[in-house]
């Protein structure tokens, strides 16, 4: 019985040893996999560590880092999306699903979005299907687009400005200055290029995240977003 024990002693050593060199990898590509299916990037680069790497199958992870360029989530563009965090608790049984709620605590969870002026310009263009030849530029304030639109049988000029804007956790492109040459817009036409046009939804995030902060500069936007615990620190 003594020898038994002891056999089964060391197999578990030696398994333990094997799971502790094969387990980080086997985590970090079913990771990557998923990251890649939600962001639907070009290009990846990411890692999750915990000790001992079995606590990640209970749900917690010691640090996490994740960078995404050429990001696309439901046809929206963005250049890229970077995660950092540490000390992450969260549901495995809800990792899969896309309603924000799979992360439960973290010591710190941060997301940096970047979107840039032909982010934008791809998005207006295919939301605004009564415009055409759509150029835009982004200035430190405001985000800047030209466009035409058939009137009467005529192109109009319209030159317009904007701004990324955040209502809970969502964010829009809302138009703050719309001005027409050559032509008077419809109804149809300025509805549709008055309406917020919806980016990115936060909330489907697997980090319940916040969006702390949206800043304006020359060539790109920047949104900042931490998980919402951090809210009580």
Do not use: C, W
């Not at 209970?58 to 963005?78: M, P, Q």
């Not at 791809?122 to 058939?150: C, D």
């Not at 319209?158 to 817009?185: H, Q």
């Amino acid at each position: 019985m003594r020898r038994y024990l002891t056999i089964f002693f060391i197999f578990s050593i030696i398994l333990g040893g094997f799971s502790q060199l094969l387990l980080p990898d086997l985590l970090n590509e079913a990771f990557r996999a998923r990251a890649q299916e939600l962001l639907g990037a070009k290009k990846i680069q990411s890692e999750i560590t915990s000790q001992p790497e079995l606590a990640v199958l209970l749900g917690r992870i010691d640090s996490i880092s994740l960078t995404a360029e050429g990001v696309n989530i439901d046809g929206v563009l963005l250049h890229s999306i970077d995660v950092q965090g540490r000390d992450v608790v969260f549901s495995p049984s809800k990792i899969s699903l896309a309603d924000g709620q799979a992360v439960e605590s973290a010591g710190e969870l941060s997301l940096t979005a970047v979107f840039t002026a032909q982010d934008i310009q791809s998005m207006l263009a295919r939301r605004t299907k009564k415009m055409s030849n759509v150029s835009t530029e982004i200035k430190s304030e405001s985000i800047r687009a030209t466009a035409q639109a058939k009137i009467d049988g005529r192109m109009a000029d319209i030159s317009l400005a904007g701004r990324i804007i955040e209502k809970d956790d969502v964010l829009y492109f809302r138009v703050t200055k719309l001005n027409i040459r050559n032509g008077i817009l419809s109804r149809e036409i300025l509805d549709e290029v008055m309406e917020d046009v919806q980016l990115f939804d936060l909330r489907r995030m697997p980090g319940m995240m916040k969006v702390r902060r949206i800043e304006h500069k020359h060539g790109g936007v920047v949104i900042k977003a931490s998980h919402q615990s951090e809210d009580v620190k």
